[in-house]
């Protein structure tokens, strides 16, 4: 029992204030459910513009970069984290197609110089089924997106992580599948009496911020 005590006290007591830290994997999930809620964007995605002009994966090269630059603000803001650029391992490293890091923690500890680095994992899932069985009422031209965000810290004592965040959102409305489900991801904007309007950068800023809530508050 002492020895589980202390390790939580270890995990909760990490002052991370003006500390660095790398990147060191983002995956994003975009489940089959959600893809499907959208499939009458299917044109309009296919020919919005993104950075990955190449990616055979429009959906995800229209929202990674927005979900990660976002968020990064964010933490640096409320944790006092100092967030290093995601190129900042040179070519010690592999990268993933978006330009993102995707190595171990183990490659990570042999090629960095950082006292923490971090991987992200998000998904972006729908739960548009589940309401249509609860309400078999809804229009065909609606989703109800769920974001989970989970962040892994490691500081560079070794492989075991030192921290997990947590956070989600989820729609309790359904939004319409138009252009304005990206919201500012594509420069979409609501009038500003609008304040219940929910769309996919609202709800990811959410998700970012309970993650965040949850961790200042353990």
Known sequence: MAVCLIATASLSAQNYTNKQFAL????????????????ALED?????????????????ALIIHHLYYNMTPMLEEKVGMSILPI?????????????????SISKALRKGD????FKVEMELDSNTEEKREK???????????HYTID???YNNDGIIPVDRWHGESKATKPIKTNKQLFGSFTGQTTSATDTTHKDLSTL?????????????NE
């Open 151 to 153: 962040i892994t810290v």
């Open 204 to 216: 990811h800023r959410e998700a970012v911020l309970e993650m965040l809530n949850n961790h200042l």
């Open 114 to 117: 950082s006292p923490f680095y």
């Open 44 to 60: 309009y995605i296919n020919n919005a513009e993104v950075h990955n002009k190449n990616a055979d994966d429009r959906l995800k």
């Open 24 to 39: 060191i994997n983002y995956d994003l999930k975009i489940t089959d459910d959600f893809r499907g809620d959208l499939q």
């Open 87 to 103: 190129n900042s391992f040179m070519q010690e490293i592999k990268y993933d197609d978006f330009g993102y890091p995707h190595a």
């Open 135 to 145: 309400n078999t009422d809804l229009p065909g031209d609606i989703t109800f997106p």
